[in-house]
């Protein structure tokens, strides 16, 4: 199955600047088959991203998804105070789905 | 507006089973699958199988299998989640997700079941 790593484990900003997430795959993705979730505590993931960089309905244009192949980035510009939660990552590629550990970020 | 509602948290002993619903509203409940993802306390997400509401197909993850079943219920339109031979390693949320596919991003979720493992 493909392995999803994410960098950094814990990330460390203040509301305002900008957040770059990494998700990269063990094993190279067809097409564009990944999205992004964030996840605030006692909730269920928010879906944000799909195929890679296209916005969810609803999610606020500050959040943006890149990347192909093995490499993917979210980015999160101008944080705002209720952007700080965990942010995973979920390939739907190739069978079984399968999730990064999650990205903490924190204020 | 969609919803997937779950049962409420169940506390189960070490061996025993444990047989989680999800209640989708909102839309047509046979035009998506429903997947289930655990969560363990502090952990990341994992995926445990899926189940097609409209022919009862089902998918699971390998390390489940033999011990993970999915079934649905058209005529109240509930999807079910059972899991046997509970260890403490079973404790965590599980989520239900709706997914078209067995291999699909998951646009809505439950709002999670808490399953605690205990003697």
């Known amino acids: 199955e493909i392995v999803l790593t994410q960098s950094p484990g814990t990330l460390s900003l203040s509301p305002g600047e900008t957040a770059t997430l990494s998700c990269r795959a063990s094993?190279?993705?067809?097409?564009?088959?990944l999205v992004w979730y964030q996840q605030k505590p006692g909730q269920a993931p928010r879906l944000l991203i799909y195929g890679s960089s296209s916005r969810a309905t609803g999610i606020p244009h500050r959040f943006s998804g890149s990347g192909s192949g093995t490499d993917f980035t979210l980015t999160i510009s101008r944080l705002e105070p209720e952007d700080f939660a965990v942010y995973f990552c979920?390939?739907?590629?190739?069978?079984?789905?399968?999730f990064g550990q999650g990205t903490r970020l924190e204020i | 507006q969609v919803q997937l509602v779950q049962s409420e948290s169940e506390v189960k002993k070490p061996g025993a089973s444990v047989k989680v619903s999800c209640k989708p509203s909102g839309y047509s409940f046979t035009k998506y699958g429903i997947s289930w993802v655990r969560q363990a306390p502090g952990q990341g997400l994992q995926w445990m199988g899926w189940?097609?509401?409209?022919?009862?197909?089902?998918k699971s993850a390998e390390i489940f299998q033999g011990r993970v079943s999915m079934s649905t219920d058209t005529s109240t339109s509930t999807v079910y989640m059972e899991l046997r031979s509970l260890t403490s390693d079973d404790t965590a949320v599980y989520y239900c997700?709706?997914?078209?596919?067995?291999?699909?991003?998951?646009?809505?979720w439950g709002q999670g079941t808490l399953v605690t493992v205990s003697s």
């Open positions: 189940i097609s509401t409209f022919n009862g197909l089902t």
């Open positions: 979920q390939q739907y590629g190739s069978s079984p789905t399968t």
């Open positions: 997700a709706r997914a078209d596919i067995a291999v699909a991003p998951f646009d809505y």
């Open positions: 094993q190279s993705l067809p097409s564009t088959p």
